[in-house]
């Protein structure tokens, strides 16, 4: 009954984006329920609006290429010094759900977009002007495919393994990036709390490992509970929190399991006191001049480490605020990193102490660059698209504009089975601004146990403070898959 009526909502609210009705796409008519029926008639809106979308591309493409025409002379055996998003070449490294706003985004400013990843079916793909069937994390690959489009400059967003492709890639070619370096730090958690621990900043007691008797190992001397974690993957994959020595090798399986590089890190557990942080934000010229942080959530019921949601504001004070602030100033000042959109999850210990969990340098996933829009009016999206090719920022682009009462839910399952749609309790009706969805009728699902088990997502905006508190805490029972 929820979903039915969900479904007419979606349908009927004009502002709404229509990807919820991907889901009927592969649905074929016959016996339909009523709300199977409207599924069906929402696919065909979200067919009018694609059919609306190729248009805007097709004309955006060929005024792209008219560019490139005229300017191929003058670039003769050097370098484009790109000017502009409108006629620029962008690689965009994926094509998930949460990589379309940034395909989207630079579209509408007029770039030729090209993406890549080894999965052709992303759902991306089918937006950009060219794909390539390349992985994001070969980057022998990569820089062939930059080669071959003359791009003007390569996005990671939202993705981790990407960032370092991209940071070794525009080296090579010369193009505006962050520098290898430091996104090596960033993205090896062995690296990064070495780096914390030299400079002085809060760190847990950690270890290396590549085998379950150096886990082991390290368990002994560091004691327990502790976290075992793949050195260099993302969204909480193989993550496991140990607190018995009879435990550790299965966690170091799971761990080097996700690991590319295999190998894992030992870490001391540390106990959060209040919320976690999660947020995007943006250094230019050398200076972190704006922070979208708010509150991160979690289902306890799946995983205590797998985020399901952020909001924002968040909860954090005024004073530690400023105390954040400064850390991420000195941290990125070591670093050396002039330009950078950056994702950040943080807590504040048992004794008051900030505690970088770490930063990945590329834009959020859990679509938070869309979430920050929503609250301040910032678009971290268009910046990072500016930033990949080397344009000037705007200080006005990342001026405040509005400060509103936001949240993401990831739609995620308690339980395994196969993907039937999604309920929302009415009482959240009124407060949708978006909803997405990557799992499709029938496809197979997992209990929610990382980002990889994410089935979509939707955002909020709240009329107040309260509203928002009030409804938080059951966004996981409130807004569900239907799993048979
Ligand atoms: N040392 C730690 N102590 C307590 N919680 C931790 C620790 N390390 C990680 N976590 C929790 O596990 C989550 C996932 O770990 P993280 O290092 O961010 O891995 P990933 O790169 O997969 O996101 C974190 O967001 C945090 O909630
Ligand atoms: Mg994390």
Redesign the pocket.
């Known amino acids: 009954m929820i979903g039915t009526a969900l479904t007419m909502h979606l349908f009927c609210h004009s502002t709404l984006p229509v990807y919820a009705a991907a889901i009927a796409a592969r649905n074929p008519c016959g016996d339909m329920e009523p709300q199977r029926s409207l599924y069906v008639l929402a696919a065909v809106a979200f067919a009018v609006s694609r059919h609306r979308e190729r248009e805007v591309f097709t004309q955006s493409n060929q005024r792209t290429k008219m560019r490139d025409q005229s300017a191929d002379g003058e670039q003769a055996g050097q370098q484009r010094q790109c000017v502009d998003t409108a006629g620029a070449v962008l690689l965009i490294l994926g094509g998930t759900t949460f990589q379309i706003p940034a395909i989207l985004q630079a579209m509408k400013s007029g770039c030729r977009v090209i993406t890549c990843d080894y999965l052709p079916d992303n759902p991306g793909h089918r937006l950009a002007h060219h794909y390539a069937n390349v992985s994001t994390t070969d980057p022998q690959a990569v820089l062939a495919v930059a080669r071959e489009f003359n791009v003007d400059g390569i996005l990671a967003y939202a993705s981790?393994p990407a960032a370092l492709t991209a940071a070794t890639v525009a080296a090579q070619l010369g193009l505006p990036g962050s520098s290898a370096h430091a996104v090596e730090i960033l993205t090896d958690?062995v690296l990064f709390r070495t780096f914390l621990q030299r400079h002085g900043f809060r760190s847990?007691r950690?270890a290396a490992a590549s085998s379950v008797a150096e886990s082991q190992a390290a368990t002994a001397g560091m004691g327990l509970p502790?976290?075992i974690?793949?050195v260099d993957?993302?969204?909480?994959?193989?993550?496991t929190?140990v607190t018995s020595p009879d435990d550790v090798a299965a966690a170091a399986v799971n761990a080097l399991r996700y690991s590319r590089s295999s190998r894992l890190i030992v870490?001391?557990?540390?106990?959060?006191d209040g919320v976690?942080i999660?947020g995007d934000g943006l250094v230019a010229d050398g200076q972190l001049v704006f922070g979208g942080f708010g509150d991160?959530h979690?289902d306890s019921q799946c995983s205590?480490?797998?985020?399901v949601g952020e909001s924002l504001p968040g909860e954090l004070s005024d004073s530690l605020r400023v105390h954040l602030h400064d850390e991420l100033q000195r941290l990125f000042e070591l670093l050396g990193v002039r330009d950078l959109v950056f994702n950040l999850?943080a807590?504040i210990d048992r004794d008051g102490r900030l505690?970088v969990?770490?930063i990945?340098p590329r834009a959020g996933g859990n679509a938070l660059p869309q979430l920050i829009e929503l609250a301040t009016g910032v678009d971290l999206t268009a910046i990072a698209i500016r930033q990949a090719l080397g344009l000037v920022i705007p200080s006005s682009s990342y001026t405040r504009r509005t400060s509103r009462y936001v949240a993401s839910h990831m739609l995620h399952s308690r339980l395994a089975g196969s993907f039937g749609g999604f309920r929302m309790a009415p009482s959240l009706h009124a407060y949708v601004t978006q909803i997405s969805l990557i799992a499709r009728l029938g496809d197979t699902v997992s209990r929610f146990a990382?980002?990889k088990d994410t089935l979509g997502y939707a955002l909020f905006e709240f009329p107040d403070e309260r509203t928002m508190r009030k409804l938080l805490p059951t966004m996981s029972n409130d807004f569900v898959p239907v799993v048979a």
């Open positions: 981790d958690k847990p950690f502790v976290m974690k793949p993957s993302s969204g909480s994959k193989g993550v929190r870490e001391e557990w540390i106990e959060r976690q999660a991160e979690f205590p480490w797998a985020p999850d807590m505690l969990i770490e990945g990382s980002a």
